[in-house]
């Protein structure tokens, strides 16, 4: 499955040290041919286990992970890289699949995007430069809209006013966050909370409740937003 090539490469704003990860390689020397046209520096992986090893050893500026690959799939190189990882990298999912169900594995996985095949190569570029400009100036800093997250102090604030989170708090706005635009069921956030026993659902429904006190009582619209019977998003209105 085949990007679309009938676009010229557009200047790069910014040159980019990217990492692609990528077992099919005819799909592969297209992309690396392209974003190197457009003057970005590619490095290039053919399988899981090598990709995560060159994502944990080098300061790429964005990652381009394939879903299905040999050794190590992308889910598990991407969920790998966030927990291992020294700093929060950009990933853009690039598969064939495109369902909601698999788009919100991998936003759950720590992905940062998604692109679906076969995709237009100046697209998968303009994409490259938006990931990077949004982990800038610090890479654990996280933005949506008026929200702002600080992985390392555990704080976040929306427009400017600290809110004053419960630690699960922070931890379900992060996840919502690194999700977002993707909804993430009850029973995502359950097993990423409580990993190893978790309680019953009047425990999430209680967290998700505190968490509406800070992030959206106090403001004029909400962000954090009910998809009854799947889950829970956040969400920015396209006037903000």
Same mark, same amino acid.
């Given at each position: 499955?085949?990007?679309?090539?009938?676009?010229?490469?557009?200047?790069?704003?910014?040159?980019?040290?990217?990492?692609?990860?990528? @077992?099919?390689?005819?799909?592969?020397?297209?992309?690396?041919?392209?974003?190197?046209?457009?003057?970005?520096?590619? *490095?290039?992986?053919?399988?899981?286990?090598?990709?995560?090893?060159?994502?944990?050893?080098?300061?790429? &500026?964005?990652?381009?992970?394939?879903?299905?690959?040999?050794?190590? &799939?992308?889910?598990?190189?991407?969920?790998?890289?966030?927990?291992?990882?020294?700093?929060?990298?950009?990933?853009?999912?690039?598969?064939?699949?495109?369902?909601? *169900?698999?788009?919100?594995?991998?936003?759950?996985?720590?992905?940062?995007?998604?692109?679906?095949?076969?995709?237009?190569?100046?697209?998968?570029?303009?994409?490259?430069?938006?990931?990077?400009?949004?982990?800038?100036?610090?890479?654990?800093?996280? @933005?949506?809209?008026?929200?702002?997250?600080?992985?390392?102090?555990?704080?976040?604030?929306?427009?400017?006013?600290?809110?004053?989170?419960?630690?699960?708090?922070?931890?379900?706005?992060?996840?919502?966050?690194?999700?977002?635009?993707?909804?993430?069921?009850?029973?995502?956030?359950?097993?990423?909370?409580?990993? *190893?026993?978790?309680?019953?659902? &009047?425990?999430?429904?209680?967290?998700?409740?505190?968490?509406?006190?800070?992030?959206?009582?106090?403001? @004029?619209?909400?962000?954090?937003?009910?998809?009854?019977?799947?889950?829970?998003?956040?969400?920015?209105?396209?006037?903000?």
């Amino acid at each position: 499955m085949q990007p679309s090539t009938d676009a010229v490469c557009l200047l790069p704003a910014q040159v980019l040290r990217i990492l692609l990860i990528e @077992d099919e390689p005819a799909l592969a020397r297209n992309v690396v041919d392209y974003l190197q046209l457009c003057g970005h520096h590619v *490095d290039y992986a053919a399988d899981g286990k090598h990709g995560l090893f060159l994502a944990l050893q080098h300061n790429f &500026d964005v990652i381009l992970l394939d879903l299905m690959l040999p050794r190590l &799939d992308g889910l598990s190189v991407c969920r790998q890289l966030r927990t291992q990882g020294s700093r929060h990298i950009p990933v853009l999912m690039l598969t064939a699949r495109d369902t909601l *169900d698999e788009k919100t594995q991998g936003f759950y996985a720590g992905a940062d995007d998604y692109l679906t095949k076969p995709f237009a190569l100046a697209e998968l570029a303009l994409r490259c430069q938006a990931l990077a400009r949004r982990s800038q100036p610090d890479a654990y800093t996280l @933005d949506i809209g008026p929200l702002r997250l600080d992985r390392r102090s555990h704080q976040a604030w929306r427009a400017g006013q600290l809110l004053q989170l419960h630690p699960l708090g922070f931890q379900i706005l992060q996840m919502l966050a690194e999700a977002s635009p993707a909804v993430l069921s009850r029973q995502q956030l359950s097993e990423r909370l409580w990993p *190893d026993d978790a309680p019953d659902s &009047d425990a999430l429904r209680s967290h998700i409740y505190l968490l509406r006190q800070q992030l959206d009582k106090p403001f @004029d619209w909400p962000l954090l937003h009910t998809v009854h019977g799947v889950g829970f998003v956040l969400r920015v209105p396209e006037s903000v």
